[in-house]
């Protein structure tokens, strides 16, 4: 042991023990460089490995983002080509309406000419166009023409001359065939047989509004629609006959709103004739006032009545009323007081006045539309 250990060298110098001191530190650190270069080596091919990896997904990203252009450039071009469409349609529908704008300019030039045109002619008392057509449609309505002229233009035929001496069936003290007295048609409320619980009004209204309200208050079209003419005339013969049974088991209501508007249409005295609304209401502002105004004037035009036809028009008032609140007819005051109107208030013939009749009609209907909607504040404060 001794031997061996003598055997190594020993340094020779202090100098020489240093120096061999700094051979072996240099050799450590060679090894350590050496170390330190292979995980150098080491770390680099790493860093490749992940470059690519990079580089693989950076492609995939580019390929995305790249069918993503794709898909909203098509996107973006299909809106391009539908907004190029409607552009053509709206262009298109910008020209039609410039050519509808000129074509409204022309004619509202033509038009200002003839204004022109007609203002001028008023002005110099010169006759237009179409001013002496009218004068010409006015000469023909205003000029009748005679017997004389109808027949030799064979427009009229000669007539001969009537006998007017009574016929041979009618001579002596022969009964006609038909008789020229109704008890309930052609008459006047007054002689019509009444009924038993409504001292003044007449039964066969009575009658016929029962028939009504108990089975046809739901027909569409009540009293708007014509009857039968033929049946309505056949009813008329069997209630002169005192025949009430035959008018209770009709079937068609119109038959029965048919009798009632005959029965009114045909009295000798209307319930109120055109005159006496003349008298009692003020045509020249009625339309205008309010509704409180409007039923007052009706109310006093209703004191005004006689007994009798007051409480006819009362029955048949009701009766309105009821058909108007009935749900399933279709019926309103304004239908019905058209429709009625022309029954209650008409004219005699000898004192008809043509032109006061047309300015009157819009107010009698009107007062009936009244009667019929506030039939309580009307009647039954009266």
Not at 87 to 94: A, G, M, Q, T
Not at 179 to 197: I, S
């Amino acid at each position: 042991i001794f031997g061996n250990a003598m055997s190594e060298k020993k340094p020779r110098k202090l100098s020489d023990a240093f120096s061999r001191g700094k051979d072996r530190q240099s050799s450590r650190v060679y090894h350590r460089s050496n170390d330190k270069y292979c995980n150098v080596e080491e770390n680099s091919s790493d860093r490749s490995l992940r470059s690519h990896s990079n580089q693989n997904k950076y492609l995939q990203r580019l390929e995305y983002e790249n069918l993503e252009f794709k898909r909203v450039s098509s996107d973006v071009r299909k809106a391009q080509e539908k907004l190029q469409g409607e552009c053509e349609l709206l262009r298109i529908e910008n020209q039609e309406l410039k050519k509808l704008l000129e074509e409204r300019d022309a004619e509202i030039q033509d038009l200002s000419l003839k204004l022109d045109e007609l203002q001028n002619n008023k002005l110099s008392g010169k006759h237009s166009r179409f001013s002496s057509l009218r004068h010409n449609f006015q000469n023909i309505f205003h000029r009748r023409r005679t017997k004389d002229e109808l027949v030799s233009k064979k427009i009229l035929q000669s007539i001969p001359e009537i006998d007017e001496s009574p016929p041979i069936s009618l001579m002596s003290n022969q009964t006609p065939i038909f008789p020229t007295d109704e008890p309930n048609f052609r008459t006047t409320l007054e002689k019509m047989d009444k009924d038993a619980d409504y001292k003044n009004v007449p039964l066969v209204l009575v009658e016929a509004v029962k028939v009504l309200e108990a089975k046809f208050m739901n027909v569409i079209g009540l009293y708007r629609v014509s009857g039968n003419y033929a049946v309505v005339q056949d009813m008329r013969f069997h209630i002169n006959s005192n025949d009430y049974e035959t008018l209770r088991k009709q079937k068609d209501p119109h038959t029965i709103t048919g009798i009632i508007k005959l029965l009114f249409r045909e009295l000798e005295e209307p319930i109120i004739s055109l005159m006496h609304l003349n008298i009692h209401i003020d045509d020249s502002n009625f339309l205008a006032l309010g509704r409180e105004y409007q039923i007052m004037q009706v109310q006093k035009l209703v004191e005004t009545l006689p007994p009798v036809p007051r409480d006819t028009l009362q029955y048949l008032m009701k009766h309105l009323n009821k058909v108007i609140h009935f749900p399933g007819n279709q019926n309103n005051a304004h239908t019905l007081s058209v429709v009625v109107g022309a029954c209650i208030f008409y004219e005699l013939l000898s004192d008809v006045d043509f032109h006061m009749n047309l300015a009157k009609c819009t107010i009698s209907n009107k007062c009936i539309e009244i009667m019929i909607e506030e039939y309580s504040a009307v009647f039954e404060q009266v």
